[in-house]
């Protein structure tokens, strides 16, 4: 039975629509090596809005009861794209498709997109709210979607907000007298609350500049070779080991993300079995309240202050989200079986707001191959993604088909390329009065500065273009951005 009020980590992602901390979407990305007529997309189209996606949070008057859900059918309307789209730019398409305002307080919540690709095909997206659902929800959803039958009807417990807002702090007062009562007679609470206020302290974060890669693999990894792999990739980056990994599990938590989440810390020379033995003591002691304090006490607070509370505890600077293996019910699309599905968050509208987390990483296995996904936050990353990650797979023997990478410009009108150079200049000033300060380390200015002169070019690059089109009587809209290694080529 689902219920129908928002759980702590629900309304952690929510807060996240509401201004604290960084926007958070899930994305699912078909392939299909057919083309895919749009009739074949209404039926799931529709099915999607009635079914688990197809509801919105509601905000109680009653002072102490918790967010709630209630059915909504509104929707976006199928985006499908008129003409094809180059098989160079797919990546960049589906990075577009999530790069969305999506509102799951008034709906809607989440949206599907369909184009066809110039090489012949289909690529799919449906991206929702990560308040809506988890990993695991958004592929239950595009499973019964894609049954072709009627949505199922979940059970759904209700109450009124009357008693929820009495069993909340009933609930709350009762864990809490607990909890003190510990730090009164136990010194091991009194320690956890301090370690955990140490650990509260503002991390160290980076303005978020977003950067994408995904590779095919004909292997499937454990979990703890997915995370062995992926501390590779982040040291073959520049990230300094051991580093910070947050690793997310399944939990018995009711809501719409039954997720928890645990701390590690990986080196390069960590083995897998060294790996597994970390997860499975953090696992023991996830992130959350401490000595013995209830989580749900940050229902009853202010968004601000409940944003405070729970944004540093589990914070790293990796995260490594395994999906798992994904089921047959997503496995074909309208018929047409799927050649690659890769499943990751996005970050919609996210630059320049802040984060500590630089790289995150998702794995998850169809019919045998897997797909990895990596998302970058970090700008000294931007240029080398692809090209570390591809060096690391090929070091370990596994080989894998890289989709373009996308670039750090995407098609854009003259105003926004303009916009977007003011940016980074802007951004480019405030690194070296920050370097002329002493606040930040010269060979991080230095691999910032690089990033940002690579995307200068890039502007630069397509405003050339978009003339040249112009002057040759072509639509400017059809120049599209080049990778950062053509536009290098062209100057050199």
């Known amino acids: 039975m689902i219920d129908d009020r928002l759980s702590v980590i629900d309304d952690i992602f929510l807060r996240t629509h509401r201004g604290f901390g960084l926007p958070v979407v899930l994305q699912a990305v078909w392939r299909c090596a057919e083309h895919v007529d749009r009739v074949d997309f209404a039926a799931i189209h529709a099915n999607l809005a009635y079914g688990r996606l197809g509801r919105r949070v ?9 967010r709630r859900w209630i059915g909504s059918s509104d929707t976006l309307p199928l985006a499908y794209e008129s003409g094809p789209i180059p098989e160079s730019d797919v990546l960049g398409w589906a990075d577009a498709q999530g790069d969305i305002e999506l509102d799951p307080e008034h709906g809607p919540g989440w949206r599907m997109s369909v184009a066809p690709v110039d090489s012949g095909g ?6 929702c709210s990560h308040a809506l659902a988890d990993a695991a929800g958004l592929i239950a959803a595009a499973g019964e979607a894609f049954e072709g039958s009627a949505p199922r009807q979940h059970p759904i417990r209700h109450r009124s907000d009357p008693t929820d807002a009495v ?18 007679f136990r010194r091991e609470s009194r320690r956890e609350l301090a370690d955990y206020l140490r650990s509260s302290g503002r991390p160290e974060s980076h303005e978020a500049h977003i950067s994408t890669a995904v590779f095919e693999m004909e292997a499937a990894l454990t979990n703890s070779e997915f995370i062995s792999l992926v501390a590779q990739i982040a040291a073959e980056l520049g990230e300094p080991m051991p580093v910070s990994v947050n690793v997310p599990f399944r939990s018995e938590t009711p809501g719409a993300n039954g997720i928890g989440m645990a701390t590690i810390a990986v080196s390069v020379d960590d083995s897998p079995s060294d790996i597994k ?67 990751r968050a996005l970050h919609p509208g996210a630059e320049l707001l ?46 894998a088909r890289s989709w373009a990478q996308r670039t750090s410009v995407k098609a854009m009108s003259e105003h926004d390329i303009y916009s977007k150079i003011e940016q980074l200049v802007a951004t480019e000033h405030k690194l070296r009065s920050q370097n002329e300060a002493g606040e930040i380390d010269p060979t991080e200015e230095k691999a910032q500065l690089a990033s940002i002169e690579h995307a200068l070019d890039q502007c630069w690059d397509l405003l050339r273009q978009r003339r040249a089109r112009h002057d040759a009587g072509k639509n400017p ?9 053509q536009v290098e080529h062209y100057l050199q």
Request: proline share 6%.
């Open 58 to 66: 509601v905000t109680p008057k009653i002072p102490g009861a918790r």
């Open 122 to 127: 289909t690529v799919v997206s449906l991206v």
């Open 167 to 184: 069993s909340l702090l009933a609930r709350v007062t009762e864990s809490s007298a607990r909890a003190i009562a510990g730090l009164i």
């Open 477 to 485: 809209e059809g120049a599209e951005a080049n990778s950062v290694e």
């Open 277 to 343: 033995n970390a997860c499975k003591t953090a696992f023991a002691a996830p992130a959350g309240a401490p000595s013995g304090f209830p989580a749900e006490i940050v229902q009853l607070l202010p968004d601000s202050l409940a944003a405070g509370l729970t944004s540093s505890p589990g914070t790293a600077r990796v995260l490594c989200s395994n999906i798992g293996a994904l089921p047959e019910t997503i496995a074909s699309v309208g018929g047409h079986p799927a050649s690659a599905l890769v499943t």
């Open 354 to 399: 802040r984060t500590t987390t630089a790289l995150s990483s998702y794995i998850s296995t169809l019919n045998g191959q897997s797909t990895l996904a990596l998302v970058t936050t970090d700008i000294r990353y931007a240029a080398i993604l692809t090209a570390r990650a591809s060096t690391v797979l090929a070091r370990r023997g596994l080989p």
